[in-house]
């Protein structure tokens, strides 16, 4: 059974950064992604980033890109993302994703294959 652990989420000031991980186990994977979306209160989930297995190919939500960066270990299916010049809007809780194919079709469906169990990150102005 593929589980999905997400950690880093918390409280942080407006300008401020956070980094949030996920470790995925139970199984190996050969082509995969790993990525992550966030819900809002009251709003629908939404993509932020993916990444390929291999780090190569990353895709971004136009509103984080410039202030968030994926990167993955391959190694420990580990998947990284460090949130910088954080603003309220970013307040959401994070949901980790991993899709077994490329990390084009997670950004372009949204349907990944697994799901974490989703962090909280609070930005206060």
Same mark, same amino acid.
């Given at each position: 059974?593929?589980?999905?652990?997400?950690s880093g989420g918390g409280l942080v000031q407006a300008g401020g950064s956070l980094?949030?991980?996920?470790a995925a186990s139970?199984?190996?994977?050969?082509?995969?992604?790993m990525g992550w979306f966030?819900?809002?209160p009251g709003k629908e989930r939404e993509f932020v980033a993916v990444i390929s297995g291999s780090g190569i190919? !990353?895709?971004?939500?136009?509103? *984080?890109? +410039? =202030?968030?960066t994926i990167s993955v270990d391959n190694a420990k299916y580990?998947?990284?993302?460090?949130?910088?010049?954080?603003?309220?809007d970013d307040?959401?809780?994070?949901?980790?994703?991993?899709?077994e194919g !490329?990390?084009?079709?997670?950004? *372009?469906? +949204? =349907?990944?294959?697994?799901?974490g169990q989703g962090t909280q990150v609070t930005v206060s102005s």
């Open positions: 059974q593929v589980q999905l652990v997400e980094r949030l991980s996920c139970g199984r190996t994977f050969s082509t995969y992604a966030r819900q809002a190919v !990353a895709y971004y939500e136009d509103s *984080v890109k +410039g =202030r968030f580990t998947v990284y993302l460090q949130m910088n010049s954080l603003s309220p307040t959401a809780v994070y949901y980790c994703a991993l899709l !490329a990390a084009q079709r997670m950004r *372009v469906t +949204g =349907r990944p294959d697994y799901w």
